[in-house]
């Protein structure tokens, strides 16, 4: 599910390389979307009657977590014999200083209404995604500088790639617990530091201005629910205040360390 989405498609391509047979939906595929061959339905979380053909004769979803329609998504994956959901949720969940969060409680309804489901549910755990930062490429673009709330707040993104091959880990037969463990980048660095890999990157100088919090509440309120905006400022305040550590799962998943922020910057400069 979400085959075209930031972590979807890498999920997607990591199935593929390993000749894993595969079945792709979007909310409206078009033509062009996705490669030539793939079987391809159209599908949404949460309209029910589009689940059942997306389902019917799958072995394992990859999906995100959604608590609209999640009774829906229970009810149609028993009834098409799923034995495995690998669920995107979020390392708030497990993680002690982000409970009561308005986003975090959210992720715990759907993890919660699949603990009892009687499905096997396997939850992805990531706790700052870099795409994240995506979230400037308008201002850095339009003035080669940004204003952040709590700009040296300390987090360890985790780049999207890392998450989706801890998630084919876990569709692919690693059954250990760790994939479901908190999951990070490599090291934490400030808001800052990203903004200087990016411009790195980019070959320009970005400026960095401090926001507010009553500024920057009313920003976030302009692109999503009040609640979520200030779960938004709270996973800040936060990590200004030491709590978001980096975790060591990816390298204990894959074998590998996790993907530095300096090298996602790169791969993402054109859009910048």
């Known amino acids: 599910m979400g085959a075209r989405g930031s972590v979807g498609r890498f999920v997607l391509s990591g199935l593929l390389e390993r000749g894993v047979p595969v079945r792709v939906s979007a909310r409206q595929p078009r033509p062009g979307q996705l490669a030539p061959g ?10 029910r ?29 028993r009834s ?12 708030s969940v497990i993680h002690p200083s982000s409970a009561g969060n308005a986003i975090t409680e959210e992720h715990r309804e759907v993890e919660n209404a699949f603990a ?11 706790l700052v995604l870099a795409t994240n930062a995506l979230a ?23 780049h999207e790639r890392d998450v989706a091959a801890v998630a084919v880990a876990a569709l692919t037969g690693n059954d ?49 629910p009040p609640a979520e905006a200030e779960a938004v400022l709270q996973f800040l305040d936060d990590a200004a205040a030491g709590s978001s550590p980096a975790t060591d ?17 790169v791969e993402h400069a054109d859009e910048f």
Do not use: C
């Open 176 to 224: 250990s617990a760790t994939v479901s463990e908190l999951l990070t980048g490599p090291e934490r660095i400030t808001q800052r530091h990203q903004v200087r890999a990016i411009a790195a990157a980019i070959g320009e100088d970005v400026t960095v201005a401090e926001l507010p919090r009553d500024q920057a509440s009313a920003r976030f309120a302009r692109f999503m």
């Open 38 to 47: 793939l079987d391809v339905v159209q599908a949404d979380l949460t309209d």
């Open 116 to 126: 009892g489901s009687g499905l096997e549910v396997v939850p992805i755990r990531p």
């Open 80 to 91: 098409a014999g799923v034995s495995r959901i690998v669920l995107m949720s979020s390392g």
């Open 136 to 158: 400037w490429a308008g201002p850095i673009k339009a003035a080669r500088s940004v204003a952040l709330y709590q700009p040296d707040a300390l987090t360890a993104p985790v």
């Open 49 to 77: 009657a589009s689940l059942g053909p997306a389902f019917e004769g799958m072995g394992q979803l990859f999906l995100h977590a959604n608590h609209e329609g999640v009774d829906g998504v229970i009810e149609t994956a």
């Open 249 to 265: 799962t990816v390298r204990r998943v894959l074998g590998r360390p996790a993907t530095a922020f300096d090298v996602w910057a």
